[in-house]
């Protein structure tokens, strides 16, 4: 089991940054890969940004490449989600996910959720 906790939302101004954090616990957290999905009201969860166990690989959704960075730290077993030039359309409730086997796009590969935290872009 892998418990994952989200944090670093909140309300900000477009064009504003945030950095969400996502901190893990139980299971060996260097060997999962980590995703960030994000889910808008009515809206369907989407993948925003994934990186590989190590760290070497990083990978993006068109809407957030150029303005987020994830990266992480195995020896703090969190993964973080730096958002630049946040647009309205960004507000969401933002997820961290664990995949042990796979660098998931899609909700289905992910094995574990975190609660998720609230990111709200006003315009």
């Known amino acids: 089991q892998v418990q994952l906790v989200e944090s670093g939302g909140g309300l900000v101004q477009a064009g504003g940054s945030l950095r969400l954090s996502c901190a893990a616990s139980g299971r060996a957290f260097s060997l999962y890969n980590m995703v960030w999905f994000r889910q808008a009201p009515g809206k369907e969860r989407e993948f925003v940004a994934g990186i590989t166990w190590s760290g070497g690989n990083t990978y993006y959704a068109i809407s957030v490449e150029g303005r987020s960075t994830i990266s992480r730290d195995n020896a703090k077993n969190t993964v973080y989600l730096q958002m630049n030039s946040l647009k309205p359309e960004d507000t969401a409730v933002y997820y961290c996910?664990?995949?042990?086997?796979?660098?998931?796009?899609?909700?289905?590969?992910?094995?574990?959720w975190g609660q998720g935290t609230q990111v709200t872009v006003s315009s």
């Open positions: 996910a664990a995949a042990r086997l796979k660098t998931p796009r899609i909700e289905d590969e992910c094995d574990y």
